[in-house]
């Protein structure tokens, strides 16, 4: 990062407001940065942390609306697929239970949410790929 930023140890540690040992100490690897220290060296060459998967694919970040959030102020978990404005039966599972419709929910069922992102992955790319079959369609989610 150094080298790319064209930035001695003394002018990165300077621009980042630590001593100029720190940065040695970590090039040379007897240090090893907190996460808000890397994000200081950072910050001088203008570069920021991404989280990429396996094969290089950056992951972006989570966009949480203000407007999707429960009934006590609090984030829905992010690893589930919000459904805003559900429709009885299919979209909300507190249907069979009696339970009134909220705003917005999600599937219950690892499977079936999963089952439901690739048949939607799928829809997405059927231009490019039309010979594909489908995925297989999911079955009734099962809630409990």
Do not use: C
Not at 24 to 36: D, K, N, Q, W, Y
Request: charged share 30%.
């Amino acid at each position: 990062m150094r080298r790319e930023a064209d930035l001695s140890q003394r002018e990165l540690a300077k621009q980042a407001g630590v001593a100029a040992s720190t940065v040695g100490r970590i090039e040379a690897g007897t240090l090893v940065p907190s996460f808000r220290m890397l994000l200081r060296l950072l910050a001088p060459a203008r570069f920021i942390l991404v989280v990429a998967d396996e094969t290089g694919r950056v992951i972006r970040p989570l966009y949480v609306w203000d407007d999707t959030r429960d009934g006590a102020d609090r984030n829905f978990p992010a690893h589930l697929d919000l459904i805003l404005d559900p429709t009885d039966g299919d979209d909300w599972w507190g249907a069979t239970y009696g339970l009134a419709r909220p705003p917005e929910t999600y599937h219950r069922s690892r499977a079936y949410r999963d089952a439901k992102r690739n048949r939607s992955q799928w829809e997405v790319r059927v231009k490019q790929f039309r010979n594909d079959p489908p995925p297989r369609e999911p079955g009734p989610a099962p809630w409990r």
